[in-house]
């Protein structure tokens, strides 16, 4: 009957279409999960500030004996499950720093290859050294190593640390909005999360600079490069950015 064939045509026709969108459906699902698989990292945190309890351990910290322990496990890591050391990216902030620059060299002591980036977040001045040996963050730590300074005259250090350092506001006891050296300190760490969300990592715009004068004087004019999760790998110099 033709009024049945077309009924029948029209089921058959409406069953593809269903098929058609599950299929569509699954594609885009596995897209997501390939998205995702991509976008997926591994965070290891080490809080050194449960065994921090007053000035005196926070000044005489063995940052390198710290840093050569988390050196060694990175070995291991790199070693045993295979994780390659290209795609390591060590954070520090404050002391932590200095400890990171430390694993680092240490990596490189065991294996000959340096880690690939990292990044240290108002790196602290160090009050205890040993005598005649490369302590601190510093350039050649890792393929890569950046610095933002929140609070160069205050918790943090004058000193370059990076193969380039960022400073808002320029070298300072602290930045703008900061109640303390301590909140002026963490500043570093707040500007670096807020550059790792999905959208937000051209947020601190930045240009090379010898010193905030020079940066004021040029209006903020010369070359920018990106302060936080975007800095480009090539990135040299000081940098400021208001």
Excluded: W
Aim: charged share 25%.
């Amino acid at each position: 009957y033709p009024g049945q064939q077309n009924s029948n045509e029209d089921g058959s026709s409406s069953e593809e279409q269903q098929q058609k969108r599950r299929k569509n459906q699954n594609q885009s699902q596995s897209q997501e999960r390939d998205q995702d698989e991509k976008n997926t990292g591994n965070l290891v945190v080490i809080n050194l500030g449960d065994q921090i309890d007053d000035f005196e351990q926070y000044a005489t910290l063995n940052v390198e004996r710290i840093g050569e322990l988390i050196g060694n496990c990175l070995v291991k890591l790199t070693n045993e499950v295979n994780v390659p050391q290209e795609i390591i990216h060590l954070i520090g902030q404050g002391p932590a720093a200095n400890v990171a620059g430390a694993a680092g060299r240490q990596y490189t002591r065991q294996t000959g290859h340096k880690l690939r980036r990292i990044t240290g977040l108002d790196p602290a001045k160090q009050f205890s050294k040993p005598d005649n040996k490369l302590t601190g963050l510093a350039r050649g730590d890792a393929d890569f190593v950046d610095a933002i300074h929140t609070s160069a005259y205050g918790m943090g250090t004058q000193k370059r640390c990076g193969d380039v350092d960022f400073y808002p506001n320029g070298p300072a006891a602290g930045v703008p909005g900061a109640d303390n050296v301590v909140e002026a300190s963490l500043r570093a760490t707040r500007f670096f999360a807020e550059s790792v969300r999905p959208g937000n990592e051209r947020n601190f715009p930045a240009v090379a600079a010898d010193s905030y004068k020079e940066y004021k004087q040029n209006n903020g004019n010369g070359k920018r490069a990106y302060m936080g999760i975007a800095t480009k790998y090539d990135t040299r110099g000081d940098y400021m950015l208001q």
